[in-house]
């Protein structure tokens, strides 16, 4: 008896130390979730000089990006996010397996409001969070009502969250003035409504299947993964194997201690199924890495406490095949792959941080007149063009333009700057003539390049861009036929 009491105080003693000052994954998760939510609820409300960190506003045909804005004609950007986010996920999904799926995704963020937050802690429609597997016995009236509770909650926090996804395209200052008219605003009205069902459908009665059969992430996963990814892993070496193999066809041949101690005596399972009960997803890890798994580390808490009662470590972790299956050492992060990964992902974010510094406070686009040349009644000839203007800055300018490279090339129209209000568009007809013979070919007309170099009057050093096109100067013997008839 005082063996046996020993062994237990011994036990009890290194549980605690084992135990102490850990922090489940699941807590650190929520507050990664909170901050996420943070952000991403504040960061449309951030303006600096007028302009967001993220806007893609198809309203105003404008790309806002690190506070900085950009027009249209400038959305050459656009490639460089995009291969940004792909090349990030790539990236995150080598190291560290489908983290952005456990720990970031708005999908699991949702999903652990709604099942943790109101249907587990508010409503105690579930008994614990420990337990994902069994669900509430609908049969019950008063389970019904607190099911309609939690709805309403939920779709109160989906119209927020729809809101939030919109801001993005749509900026909370025009939102919100649209929304007070949505008899002009349908389209806007029927994204936002749309949106806040879609997740309402998605968290309520779709639940983790999304992230099994309808998100393509899981499908894609696996073909990044190597022997260093970081992952959920049952440590078989440790525990001992509850399946014939790893993979969607092993089939299980534990169920209980006492089978697992008669096949491997010194596997350390309990059998107790935490691991099991606590996955969002319903799967058991211990058959091995699946593409159900989103890396919460639900299981991880779960084992941990498990086995931190007996004095041990988990026999679920956080950590890759290389170190835990194969057991060849430490897990190698700096490896082939992930050094491409990262030089791929400086070189773009470089290349985007260049083209973004030569953001243009202007736009020009200049159109040549469909009639080559024109002659004035006084024999001088003329080149006609459209100049489209717009203003990119947030304040008012006076604009003009200059030949630079032709001083043979003069501006007759207009002949004087003119002011252009901030975000506007100015369409004007512009006239160059020659006031020198540009060419002397007979054969043919011969177009002259010219750069043209427009500027705002009250800030030529910042606002400032240059257009190249061609001035076209006609045949050498119809200048001198019409210079000669002028004569006559």
């Known amino acids: 008896m005082q063996a046996t009491a020993g062994a237990s105080a011994s036990n009890k003693k290194g549980a605690k130390e084992y135990l102490k000052n850990w922090i489940p994954y699941r807590i650190k998760r929520y507050w990664l979730f909170g901050i996420v939510t943070i952000v991403a609820l504040v960061l449309p409300f951030i303006k600096i000089n007028g302009n967001h960190f993220f806007l893609l506003n198809f309203d105003h045909k404008q790309l806002h990006f690190l506070f900085v804005r950009f027009d249209m004609q400038e959305l050459y950007l656009m490639p460089f996010l995009l291969m940004l986010l792909f090349l990030g996920i790539f990236f995150m999904t080598t190291l560290g397996g489908r983290v952005w799926c456990g720990w970031a995704c708005p999908q699991t963020i949702f999903r652990v409001i709604y099942r943790d937050l109101f249907e587990t802690k508010l409503l105690h429609l579930r008994k614990r969070i420990t337990n994902k597997q069994q669900e509430p016995d609908w049969s019950k009236p008063e389970n019904r009502a607190k099911q309609g509770i ?96 790893e993979g969607q066809d092993a089939k299980k041949i534990v169920n209980s201690v006492k089978e697992l101690k008669e096949r491997e005596p010194e596997a350390e399972c309990t059998a107790c199924e935490s691991c099991v009960k606590v996955c969002p997803t319903h799967i058991d890890i211990r058959q091995g890495m699946q593409l159900e798994c989103i890396n919460c580390l639900e299981c991880v808490d779960a084992c941990t406490k498990v086995m931190g009662a007996l004095g041990k470590e988990s026999l679920v972790v956080w950590s890759s095949p290389r170190e835990i299956e194969k057991q060849e050492g430490k897990t190698k992060f700096i490896r082939p792959r992930t050094i491409a990964y990262a030089v791929a992902l400086t070189i773009v974010f470089v290349a985007l941080l260049v083209m973004g510094t030569k953001k243009e406070h202007m ?46 090339i003069k501006i007759i129209k207009p002949s004087k700057p003119f002011k252009l209000t901030a975000g506007k568009k100015a369409k004007k007809i512009v006239q160059l003539e020659a006031v020198k013979p540009l060419a002397k070919d007979s054969r043919k007309d011969t177009p002259v390049p010219v750069t043209i170099k427009a500027y705002a009057v009250d800030d030529p050093e910042k606002i400032v861009v240059e257009r190249n096109t061609v001035f076209v100067y006609p045949r050498w013997d119809i200048v001198q036929k019409k210079l000669q008839n002028m004569d006559e």
């Open 363 to 408: 736009l020009l686009n200049i159109n040549k007149t469909a009639q080559l040349y024109r002659f004035t009644h006084d024999g001088r000839i003329v080149n006609d063009y459209t100049f489209l203007f717009q203003n990119t800055d947030s304040k008012d300018h006076k604009y003009y333009f200059e030949v630079v490279n032709r001083p043979e």
């Open 150 to 245: 939690a709805i309403l909650l939920w779709s109160v926090l989906a119209l927020i969250a729809a809101a939030d996804f919109v801001w993005y395209f749509v900026p909370p200052e025009d939102f919100f003035q649209y929304i007070q008219n949505p008899g002009e605003h349908t389209v806007l009205i029927g994204f936002w409504i749309g949106i806040a069902l879609f997740l309402i459908v998605d968290v309520v009665w779709l639940k983790e299947n999304f992230c099994v059969y309808i998100c393509p992430y899981s499908r894609v996963q696996s073909v990044m993964y190597d022997d260093d990814t970081i992952m959920a892993i049952y440590n078989t070496h440790r525990g001992g194997h509850i399946y014939d193999h």
